[in-house]
């Protein structure tokens, strides 16, 4: 099974989308009291979220957790915590990981001081040209919307850059706190619920390390490396089951 990127051009009609959708209601809201405010929230929840959307590698597809369950058992790993502890490098890997979604989170900032000081003058100013007041609002809001989008954008090109420049492709690794491996699948568990991945599984690169007592799937996009890293007592047992169940 392969897992299907939402693309970057899908992601920005998304957002502009959403960037549309509440334009309008601002407009028909229209400037200060409590509902424009939560709208304003509201606003940049969906905004982070999308961006955050936007700046991630592939993400795998739903699959159904009891059609995986059902297979014959083949490993399980209740509690991988332990394993994980041991592994010094892991915990490098993680800061570094944090460290880049930190810069990606630092971009808000800007763009919320850009938000509370072009307000004024946009909503001022734009609807003053529209014979329609509230078409005028509306199109005040979107412009105030969009410049944000663009000013998020331009910070993550710029980290990006960067990036690229050093020769570095973000990492995000995914380390269950345990999974199940059946015939039909692995079911990961985390603190969100399960999730689980069927066999076969195509476009991911196989590795193991012994020393550090972990198999992991490799998935390299242009926009970063995700790992699915599963630590194990027995990782050349779960190697040559994944051997056979991984299509590069």
């Known amino acids: 099974m ?18 549309l959708i509440f334009a ?10 409590t509902t424009y405010w939560i709208l304003v929230l509201l606003y940049f929840i969906v905004f982070t979220y999308i961006m955050m959307r936007i700046s991630r590698p592939k993400q795998q597809a739903k699959v159904d ?20 502890s041991q592994d ?18 630092l971009l808000m900032f800007p763009v919320m001081i850009y938000f509370f000081i072009a307000y004024g003058p946009i909503t001022n100013t734009i609807p003053s040209y ?30 990006e850059r960067r990036l690229k420049k050093r020769g570095y492709k973000p990492v995000m690794i995914n ?21 689980a991945i069927s066999f076969p599984v195509k476009g991911y690169k196989l590795n193991y390390n012994v020393q550090r007592k972990f198999v992991e799937l490799i998935q390299e996009t242009d926009k970063g490396i995700m790992k699915l890293r599963f630590y194990t007592k027995s990782p050349e047992k779960l190697f040559e089951i994944l051997k056979r169940k991984v299509e590069e």
């Open 2 to 19: 392969s897992y299907p990127q939402m693309s970057s051009k899908k992601q920005v009609l998304i957002s502009q989308l959403s960037i």
């Open 24 to 33: 309008l209601i601002a407009g028909l809201v229209g400037r200060g009291g």
């Open 65 to 84: 957790v009891a059609k995986i369950e059902s297979g014959k058992i083949l490993l399980e790993e209740k509690n991988t915590y332990e394993l994980m």
């Open 88 to 105: 010094k490098e892991y915990m490098a890997e993680v800061s570094e990981q944090m460290r880049i979604a930190q810069q990606n989170m």
């Open 130 to 159: 529209f014979e329609n007041h509230r078409l005028g609002v509306i199109v005040a809001f979107l412009v105030l919307f969009e410049g944000s989008f663009v000013l998020s954008r331009l910070g993550q090109w710029y980290i």
């Open 175 to 195: 380390a269950p706190r345990g999974y199940l491996v059946t015939s039909e699948g692995i079911v990961m568990y985390g603190l969100a619920g399960k999730q």
